[in-house]
Every structure is written in structure tokens, then in C-alpha cells.
């Protein structure tokens, strides 16, 4: 008999972080905050979920609760797609915002169900690649100080890292002495990356793309603010270095422009804002056809999202490479009772893929109960 959804808990989650770890164009991050989504089936299966949840914690919990719950309860997990689609329906007539964040922990949570369900790791139910660990790289060296960036690029060469994103920002000249200083560190060997985090208009993009190119760059990423696909569009054309985006998008008609107008070489929708696996893997695949690579970005998201981009990174053909945070974050290291996504579990530059069925970690009861706010 086909089992079905019996119950959907959302948890609110939050952990401080280290001020002086990451500071960037939107300037420090205090703590990281997720909405956890736990899902359980009649035939007891327990799949967990996860959404971006940055400014109000507690409205997501209500959505899921008043909204998409109700929706869920009583139906076959299998039909994903069905239960996304009217999940997409309630929330929202058109793309945007934390609703769809709301959506992608439900939608995880699903997919997790589906493959502990058939006793699989979610990537073999994607249909995978097959891939047993991926590459990986340093997310993100900090756009602060000297004194604190510096350590920070030195760390991830000792970890083993043969990539490395750098923050780069205020200004141009010092955002081109930063990525100097760093490629002189590194070495030529090194794959260098730079995010600006909306920091600059159209003329100093291309100032900053065009140093970063001279300097071996590989790719910049979010130099203007993501909306403006014309800029990107033009910009693209102008640079000879990659251009990423795709983390602000939360949907794959967010992306349909970027990737159809050539506005980006590299997509990185968050599987935990962008509609969860159901619409990430279907930016990924639109991206394919259009010979853009993926790489899913992953930011201060916790275990479960960690998690999640591991599955889609062992079964897209066009992943490109895995972004490991370099940073503390509690919800990251704490959360399951295994390490995710971590530079400590770095061979020779790549990230294992996780191998057990459905997402391929466990919850930490103990530490979700110390994480948890609405209790
Ligand atoms: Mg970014």
C-alpha cells in the first residue's frame, strides 16, 4: 500500500557566530538561523528539510504550519511534483521571497522521505552521476582587515583546498589589491574566485572584472545587484572570466533570463531558497542545455541544506564544484551527527558525497533541542 505523509513539524533554529569571521558588502553576520522542516510517514520514515530563514524566524514556522502542512498531510511523497505545484499555488501567484524558502524545506524534506523510503541516497533517486566525492572550494575569505583575511587564505591552502572564494569590496583599487596580495600568496596553481555581494555599478564591474581576469581570476561573482540582467548580459560579453549568479534567484524563472540571455557562466541557485530539490534541479538542468555549469551555493546554511547540495552535486552532469564554508556555524557543524560539508573532510581537494540513504545524515535530537527557539 502506498504510504503517505502523517506529519510536518517546523522547527525555527538559530547559533551565534564568530563577528569577525565573515564580513562582506551586507557587513557581518552575527548568527545563522534555518527552519528546519521534519517530515514523517504512516510507515514511520522521518525526512528532514531545511529553508534560508534570514529575517523572521518565527513567519515561517506559521506558513508551514497554517499554509503548507495542511497541504502535505494525508498525500504520497512520491508526487512531488504535484504536492510542489500546489504548494507554489497557495503561497504565491508569482515568484519570490521567503515563501519559496518555506517551500524548499518542505521539499527536501519530501525528497528525503521518497529515498529513505527506497533505502537510497537521494542522489540515486536524482538519477546520479554516480560520484563519490566532488570538488570542492574555500567559502569565502573574509573582505575585512588584513590581519584576519590573510590567516584565513593561509588556513585553506593548509586544509588542502585547491580553490578559494575571496569577498571582495569596498572600493576597486582596494578590492584589486586584496585579489593581488592573495594570487601572490597562492600561487598560480590555485584557482582564485571573487563575489562582490552587489557591491558595484556597471562601470566598476568592469574595472574589477577586468583586473581580476589580468590576474588569473576564474570567475566574479554578484559584482552588481541581481536584478539587472541587462547589466550582466553586457558585462558578460565585455569580460573574459566567468560571471556567477543565481544564488538571489528563487525560482527557475528567476533564472530563465540570466541563463537564456548568456548573462551568467556559472548558476548557483541555494537549494534552500530556490523551491528546494524540484526547482533546483530544474534550474540546473535548464542551465544545462544552455552550457552553463552549476554550483549550488551554500552560504550559512546548515547540515540539512549541506546535505542537499552534496545529493545535487553527485547527480547533476553539469555540477561544477561544491562551495565548503570555511567558517564556524553551529547549525552546520552541530546540527546531525556527522560532519557535512566540512574542510576538514577534504581529499586531495574534494568533498565526500554522503553515503547513506536519503540525505545521508541523522539529526542530533540533543543538539536540534539546544538550537530550537519556539520551545
Ligand atoms: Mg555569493
Known amino acids: 500500500m502506498t504510504d503517505t505523509i502523517q506529519s510536518v513539524t517546523a522547527i525555527p533554529i538559530e547559533a551565534p557566530l564568530d563577528a569577525d569571521a565573515q564580513v562582506t558588502a551586507f557587513g557581518p553576520r552575527l548568527k545563522a538561523s534555518a527552519l528546519l522542516v521534519e517530515i514523517r510517514t504512516r510507515d514511520g520514515v522521518v525526512g528532514y528539510g531545511e529553508a534560508l ?8 514556522k506559521t506558513l508551514i504550519d497554517d499554509l503548507l502542512a495542511p497541504r502535505l498531510i494525508g498525500r504520497n511523497p512520491f508526487h512531488v511534483e ?19 524558502e518555506a517551500i524548499a524545506a518542505c521539499d527536501i524534506a ?16 536524482l538519477g546520479s552521476m554516480g560520484r563519490s566525492h566532488v570538488p570542492a572550494y574555500a567559502s569565502s575569505i573574509t573582505w575585512a582587515e588584513d590581519r584576519v583575511a590573510i590567516p584565513q587564505v593561509e588556513g585553506a591552502l593548509a586544509a588542502g583546498f585547491k580553490s578559494m572564494k575571496l569577498k571582495l569590496g569596498p572600493t576597486i583599487p582596494r578590492a584589486l589589491a586584496r585579489a593581488k596580495r592573495v594570487r601572490e600568496i597562492a600561487g598560480d596553481a ?68 540570466l541563463i537564456a540571455r548568456g548573462g551568467v557562466g556559472v548558476i548557483q541557485p541555494d537549494v534552500a531558497r530556490a523551491g528546494g530539490i524540484t526547482e533546483t534541479r530544474r534550474i540546473a538542468s535548464f542551465a544545462h542545455v544552455h552550457g552553463v555549469p552549476f554550483a549550488p551555493h551554500v552560504g550559512f546554511c546548515g547540515a540539512v541544506c549541506n546535505a542537499a547540495s552534496l545529493q545535487l552535486a ?24 556527522t560532519d557535512i560539508g566540512a574542510a576538514s573532510l577534504l581529499v586531495d581537494g574534494q568533498l565526500p558525497v554522503p553515503t547513506g540513504t536519503g540525505l545521508g545524515i541523522e539529526i542530533d535530537p540533543a543538539a536540534l533541542k539546544r538550537f530550537r527557539i519556539d520551545q
Open 53 to 60: 530563514a534570514r529575517y523572521s524566524l518565527r513567519s515561517y
Open 82 to 100: 504535484a504536492l510542489w505545484a500546489e504548494m507554489s499555488r497557495v503561497v504565491t501567484g508569482k515568484a519570490g521571497g521567503i515563501l519559496f
Open 110 to 125: 519530501i525528497w528525503d522521505v521518497m529515498a529513505r523510503s527506497v533505502a537510497k541516497p537521494l542522489h540515486e533517486i
Open 190 to 257: 590555485i584557482e582564485l574566485t571573487a563575489d562582490a555581494n552587489w557591491a558595484f555599478d556597471y562601470d566598476d564591474s568592469l574595472r574589477l572584472g577586468r583586473g581580476l581576469a589580468d590576474l588569473g581570476y576564474a570567475w566574479l561573482e554578484e559584482p552588481m545587484i541581481c536584478e539587472d540582467v541587462d547589466g550582466y548580459v553586457r558585462l558578460r560579453q565585455a569580460l573574459p572570466l566567468r560571471l556567477a549568479a543565481g544564488e538571489s534567484e528563487h525560482t527557475a524563472w528567476g533564472c530563465r533570463d
Open 314 to 337: 553527485a547527480a547533476m552532469p553539469n555540477f561544477m564544484t561544491f562551495e565548503a564554508m570555511v567558517f564556524g556555524n553551529p547549525l552546520r557543524e552541530n546540527l546531525a551527527t
